[in-house]
């Protein structure tokens, strides 16, 4: 099959979350499966040439495309995803795509994306390529399908290609005045309300994504199922009920040639399921780099998130003195909202013994708490995946989880499935998005650590699971036969 991949974001090039990554190694894994993959993102600024051996193509050369009247002069640079024969297509358009940032809060953020997806249509023309999909992802490309059932069928190349639009997250939204009907040029016919592109007065890209396309899908199947309910659905839930037989959950995958214990190149000692020896000395070396005592008896666990309310930071601090009243040690890595970044700088100065915090981002640190925590706590009220529990199931690191999105379809908590006579647990969760129902779950987790026969095995749980990308990309491969069926 031929897919033409189109996204925002894509390893190693550019990155702002788990887009990214997906865009990075999805790829790669169909094109193991068999298909033939064209990878488009953006050439932003901060992309280095000659690091990935960026070129030219003159054969496609000067695009020019019109956006909200005005002609803007696009071209495509090529070059391979690394370890892979996977063409990478980087979009440049300078006027909109060299700002120093992937996402910006500019007037025209709309325009940026119209072109976009008006570029990967003009450049698959030029090329002469028709691919069987085009898989978009999230509202930057949620454009795409309405262009190329509207905008662009008159292009036979077009005729039998299907269109899959990927739902990462439903909180954003895409969402502008009604002058876009002009800047993109879409049809007045079908702004109207409640109609295909209208929501809430303005237009939604998203919203165009999600009736447009052939078939969707979310990156976890608890997360699809969620997003049909005014609770998790954002405003868009009716419009999700319409496609619900067209929508599937997919979870994202891992990339364990970035993340496997084994071969880690950020942590100073490797370990495997057969020997766990190397996390307890990791343990060991990560305190002592915050200044923190070690204690093997008292449990470590780890935080690595954006400080915000949705990531669960609200009930975190609900049950900040309960949960400081345990005998555990902390280290938190990532930044956000001022309260909890004040707040974990405060927790470290008033409890150096006990917690350590690095407000930021430093990739090695995250490898390092992974490989060093004993526990790792993801409270969020919403998440769509998740990969950080993921990461914590592949290193031995036991979850403690809010019961939602991806979460709910990784962590499986060891004490509810125990009282059915089932030692089948790998983490430990909670339903209730409340701080009393958060610390009840760490304080049962901190139970289990010191049964240490209990907590092999939930260890040895979670690391046995396969989470490599070769799954998802096979069910990938059903969804697009499914698209394509029906553009048939």
Not at 119 to 130: D, G, K, N, P, T
Not at 253 to 259: A, I, K, Q, S
Not at 270 to 289: P, Q, T
Not at 412 to 439: C, I, K, P, V
Request: proline content about 4%; some cysteine.
């Amino acid at each position: 099959m031929k897919i033409a991949f189109v996204a925002t974001e894509a390893v190693p090039y550019a990155k702002t979350g788990g887009l990214a990554d997906v865009a990075g190694s999805l790829p790669k894994e169909l094109e193991k499966l068999g298909c033939e993959v064209k990878l488009f993102v953006p050439k932003y600024s901060s992309i280095d040439e000659a690091k990935y051996g960026l070129h030219y193509n003159w054969d496609i050369g000067e695009m020019p495309i019109r956006v909200n009247g005005i002609i803007r002069s696009s071209h495509v640079h090529q070059c391979t995803l690394p370890e892979s024969e996977v063409q990478v297509n980087l979009i440049d358009c300078p006027h909109y795509f060299h700002r120093g940032r992937i996402y910006t809060n500019d007037a025209d953020e709309d325009e940026r994306f119209i072109l976009f997806s008006k570029a990967v249509i003009e450049a698959l023309q030029r090329m002469q390529w028709s691919p069987d999909v085009i898989h978009c992802n999230d509202w930057q490309t949620g454009l795409l399908p309405l262009f190329v059932k509207d905008n662009y069928n008159w292009d036979k190349l077009f005729d039998h290609t299907a269109t899959l639009f990927t739902i990462h997250n439903i909180g954003y939204q895409g969402r502008f005045s009604k002058s876009v009907l002009l800047s993109a040029e879409i049809r007045k016919n079908l702004f109207y309300p409640g109609g295909p592109v209208e929501h809430d007065g303005g237009i939604s890209f998203m919203k165009a994504g999600i009736v447009f396309a052939d078939i969707l899908n979310t990156v976890s199947n608890k997360y699809s199922h969620e997003i049909l309910t005014p609770e998790f659905g954002a405003g868009l839930d009716k419009v999700l009920n319409l496609r619900k037989k067209d929508l599937f959950g997919i979870l994202n995958g891992v990339d364990y040639t970035l993340w496997n214990p084994g071969t880690d190149k950020f942590i100073p000692y490797k370990y495997s399921l057969d020997d766990l020896s190397g996390k307890l000395m990791n343990k060991k070396f990560l305190l002592e780099r915050f200044k923190i005592p070690f204690d093997s008896k008292v449990p470590l666990i780890g935080i690595i998130s954006r400080m915000v309310a949705q990531k669960g930071f609200d009930i975190f601090t609900e049950a900040i003195n309960d949960l400081m009243n345990l005998e555990t040690q902390w280290l938190i890595l990532g930044s956000g909202e001022q309260q909890y970044e004040h707040l974990f700088r405060q927790l470290s100065q008033t409890l150096p013994h006990k917690v350590g915090s690095y407000i930021g981002y430093s990739d090695e640190l995250a490898h390092l708490i992974e490989a060093g925590a004993d526990m790792f706590l993801m409270p969020s009220r919403y998440e769509p995946c998740g990969l950080n529990q993921i990461y914590s199931l592949i290193y031995g690191t036991v979850p403690i989880v809010k019961s939602t999105g991806g979460l709910a379809d990784t962590v499986h908590d060891w004490d509810e499935l125990n009282r059915y006579g089932l030692t089948t647990g790998t983490g430990f969760s909670f339903n209730e998005h409340t701080g009393h129902a958060l610390y009840t779950s760490v304080e049962r987790a901190t139970r289990n650590f010191h049964n240490q026969t209990v907590w092999k095995k939930i260890q040895k749980n979670g690391m046995e699971k396969d989470y490599s990308w070769k799954h998802s990309a096979e069910k990938y491969i059903e969804l697009y036969k499914l698209a394509k069926g029906k553009r048939s």
